[in-house]
């Protein structure tokens, strides 16, 4: 009787796993194939030659130049975000001034704005100063909007922190910025790993900012860009599915390697609620 | 001698400011400014280029009153009524995956997967997965016997249901890790006394777990309205709020009176009303989930 039960039980996790993965098996797959395969065949069949020159195709077609985006400005926003929430981290842990519990306050609002409410100011901001259609726009934006995240992940381990530390630090004479930069930081090398993780997957994915702020061709990401360029092969299956796959790939990837890292980021970022 | 040294250092004025000041300028700037600025751009007939001419309330008068906007403003709420109804699917799920299976760990970690993607990817995937003849919705469908499949995103009673499934999709994985971490942590010793006092499983799960997690289910609840109703990318990539406004949402909406008709005041105090109902479905939601005291194990 019990291990029916247990088979039972079993069986809806599977089932939601198939769910959650038979979708982008069969991207992959209809990514390797031709129209007249995809169509004509079953949707699961292994393609009858892998056609890889889809993937050849659509980055010769010019996807390499959004991958190359979405890279750098992701790694500069990451970059930038775990810098400035480290440091204001440090600032609201271990600097005694009045305000602080209010600017973390500040901080912990700004989790929970909609961003769709401060899109057109800030539009018109960045177009006041010259700014759209300029990448940097993008990287301050993605920065900003990754603060609040990637500070409150960071504080409950600078709370954890021992005090002794900074103590022998200042009395041996070491300036503050020296046993920041070089005793603090990397002792929270585990919970930077954290949020970096979070903070690529946030930033490679985001669309909304950069859809509204950028319209040159040679600054676009790839969530944006590969709209373009689906709209390109709109009937052609094998090159949408190769473009897709191309786009999370590192996401992917990152996830393999880094799978508890993940899990750990997401899991923090959702006791923001 | 030493620790006077260090709080003179922890609390001068300069490094103090050195190090709040980067991200401190940045939420103000880019998150704050804009927010306040959004309720004024309200008050302004304005088409994001030329003069802006005050009108007063205007602006929010007219929302309040258009159909339009209160059509998108349903569409988000039953999002969000979807979203939280999905939550019991995840907890049932999160409770059979922790109660001792094997394997449990990599399950959870193939459900995350689509919460990784890009709402862009997912989009462009799942208008294949509903592409009328070529899908393998509908090429499924025709295999078991339903002769004329719908298509789905294009049929207006049909879309909204359609566009749930690929959100279901994309947080299943989410919200399973978050009750899956809470569950295990609760004491195998309490689970254990209930058993020995012959409590059937079912029994455990709704009178000692649920209860234990209630805080955390109270969290998710938040987390799936407010996250449903900031709706997007995927909406906008997948129908673009159509046929004929069937899909639209409200940060959809805002988005086309802004980005499509240049309608920039209409469109700020579209989003500053986003923004306000967020808020107030925000504190309705913790008021009414609140636990009273915290239970201690």
């Known amino acids: 009787m019990k291990r029916v039960g247990y088979f039972f039980l079993y069986l809806a996790l599977i089932v939601v796993a198939l769910f959650q993965i038979l979708p982008l098996i069969w991207l992959f797959l209809f990514s390797l194939k031709s129209n007249q395969e995809i169509f004509a065949g079953s949707p699961f069949s292994l393609p009858s030659e892998f056609r890889w020159e889809n993937y050849q195709k659509v980055w010769d077609g010019g996807i390499g130049t959004y991958f190359f985006n979405s890279v750098w400005i992701t790694i500069a926003a990451i970059v930038f975000t775990v810098l400035f929430a480290s440091m204001a981290a440090f600032a609201l842990t271990r600097m005694k001034w009045k305000l602080s519990g209010l600017v973390l306050g500040l901080f912990m609002v700004g989790l929970m704005i909609p961003i769709h409410s401060a899109l057109i100011p800030l539009y018109s901001m960045f177009l006041s100063v010259d700014m759209i259609d300029n990448p940097w726009s993008i990287v301050i934006t993605y920065t900003a909007y990754n603060l609040p995240i990637t500070l409150m992940i960071l504080l409950g381990f600078y709370y954890t922190l021992p005090h002794e530390v900074e103590e022998a630090a200042i009395i041996d004479g070491c300036s503050i910025h020296r046993m920041f930069f070089r005793i603090i930081l990397p002792m929270t090398t585990p919970i930077m790993a954290t949020t970096v993780v979070i903070n690529m997957i946030y930033n490679w994915n985001e669309f909304v900012f950069v859809n509204t702020f950028i319209s040159s061709e040679k600054y676009k990401t790839l969530t944006v860009g590969i709209q373009n360029f689906i709209g390109q092969y709109m009937t052609d299956w094998g090159a949408i599915g190769a473009t897709l796959i191309i786009s999370v790939l590192p996401i992917i990837i990152a996830f393999i390697f880094f799978s508890n890292k993940v899990v750990e980021g997401i899991s923090s970022s959702a006791v923001k609620g | ?297």
């Open chain 2, 1 to 297: 001698m030493g620790l006077n040294v260090m709080n003179k250092v922890m609390s001068n004025k300069l490094y103090i400011a050195f190090y709040i000041a980067p991200a401190f300028i940045l939420l103000m700037v880019l998150i704050f400014i804009p927010l306040l600025l959004s309720g004024y751009y309200g008050l302004m007939d304005w088409d994001g280029i030329g003069e802006k001419t005050f009108i007063g309330l205007d602006n929010y008068i007219e929302g309040i009153q258009d159909k339009l906007f209160w059509n998108s403003a349903l569409h988000s709420f039953l999002l969000a009524l979807f979203s939280a109804l999905s939550l019991i699917i995840y907890l049932a799920v999160s409770i059979i995956l922790a109660s001792k299976i094997k394997g449990a760990d990599l399950l959870r970690k193939i459900y995350l997967i689509p919460m990784l993607l890009s709402s862009v990817a997912i989009a462009q995937l799942w208008v294949k997965v509903y592409n009328p003849s070529n899908g393998i919705l509908n090429s499924f469908l025709r295999t078991i016997g339903v002769e004329n499949p719908p298509s789905w995103l294009a049929d207006p009673s049909l879309v909204l249901f359609a566009i749930f499934v690929p959100i279901l999709w994309q947080y299943a994985g989410f919200y399973i890790l978050i009750y899956y971490a809470a569950l295990k942590n609760i004491p195998e010793s309490l689970i254990e006394a209930a058993r020995i006092d012959g409590a059937t499983p079912f029994q455990i799960a709704m009178r000692i777990k649920l209860p234990l997690i209630k805080e955390i289910v109270s969290v998710t609840i938040v987390l799936a309205i407010v996250g449903s109703l900031k709706y997007f990318d995927l909406i906008y990539v997948m129908t673009a709020g159509g046929p004929n406004g069937a899909s639209e949402v409200m940060a959809s909406y805002m988005y086309k009176l802004a980005f499509s008709s240049y309608n920039f005041g209409y469109g700020s105090a579209i989003g500053f009303l986003l923004l306000i109902i967020t808020l107030i479905v925000t504190l309705i939601i913790r008021k009414v989930t609140e636990t009273k005291e915290k239970l201690e194990y």
